[in-house]
């Protein structure tokens, strides 16, 4: 069998070659979603190597349909939607990253990717700051694990990192009672440099007052956001904000489509004929969170495993990865 693999933006490695067509709808989130869950709910869909486990993740079609319509129902049941903002900081490489963006274009709610260029775990507040003040989001997702790079160690009561209460100093105040209880319980939040601010998400396990457990957010109901008109993007429907060192751009639902299609006719100019057996390697890249995004999409699309081989952008887990992935292939 004849395995290749290229690069494109630094984006995306692949593996086979071959010729197909395909066209896309407005509504493809939904749609490929349930496709999937029906056709073959078992098949790994996505598999991320670099987690907080230490070890990869697989997740099956059955599962990302799960997740991904959790997100975003809890979206809808929080008051987001159509003309609303979220605003998300975490690793381009992360499950949870992944299921933010694609619960957020299922539920229309535009999500501000905060893609400053991290190659590390710190986070510069005042670059949070100023693109909060700017975009003025409903809500914010937040990694655990980032650090201040002006980290000076735990100088209040807070029992969070210091980021956080560089980020919102009345986060100390908050978790003071019965007050801090009810607040970390989702209530809104109040917040003078950010009033329109209402809610803060973290990823971690911790209950940090004031903040929200990223897995709160997620509503498992049979009865969820369905993929049906409602939720079809209108074309110049201002879906998504990527923001990043080089890079500002806000895109709307015909933008995300174009983008998705690119990849689409990539992958499958890559595949021998038989993309559902294929794998394709997505390199995380704050420099290209479009395209890195609009692969993930159209590999599902294809029903072809994407592998996400670190939380940042990483040449050396990148060929690794790629190494393991063509030898694998090879061998079937």
Known sequence: ???????????????????????????????????NAKERPHKNALKFLATTKEEAVFFTFAEVQRHVQAFAQGLLELGYGPTKRIACCLPLGSPEFVFACLGSLKSRTTLISLDFDRSSNEIDPSEVCRALEHYKPKGLIMWHGYKSTNN??????????????QLFPELVDFGKGLEGFTRNNGRPLSLHRF??????????????????????????????VSSNGTFEWLPDEKATLFLSSEDSKEYSGGDILDAIQRCLQAIQYSSNHNTKQGRVVIAPNSKATMSYLAYIIASLQQ????????????????EMATKIENAQKAKQ
């Not at 000076?152 to 209460?165: E, F």
């Not at 329109?196 to 049979?222: E, K, T």
């Not at 029903?303 to 990148?318: F, K, M, N, W």
Request: aromatic letters at 10%.
């Open 1 to 35: 069998m004849f395995v290749s693999s290229c690069t494109r933006n630094r984006v995306i490695y692949l593996f086979n070659r071959g010729i197909s067509t395909q066209k896309i709808s407005s509504n493809i989130i939904g749609e490929v979603l349930d496709r």
């Open 152 to 165: 000076k160690g735990n100088q209040n009561s807070y029992v969070g990192p210091d980021l956080w209460t």
């Open 195 to 224: 009033p329109g601010l209402r809610h803060i998400f973290h990823s971690g396990n911790a209950n940090l007052p004031g903040l929200i457990q990223y897995r709160n957010l997620l509503v498992y109901n049979n009865d969820a």
């Open 303 to 318: 029903q072809t495993l994407a592998i996400i081989p670190s939380l940042h952008y990483d040449d050396t887990a990148i």
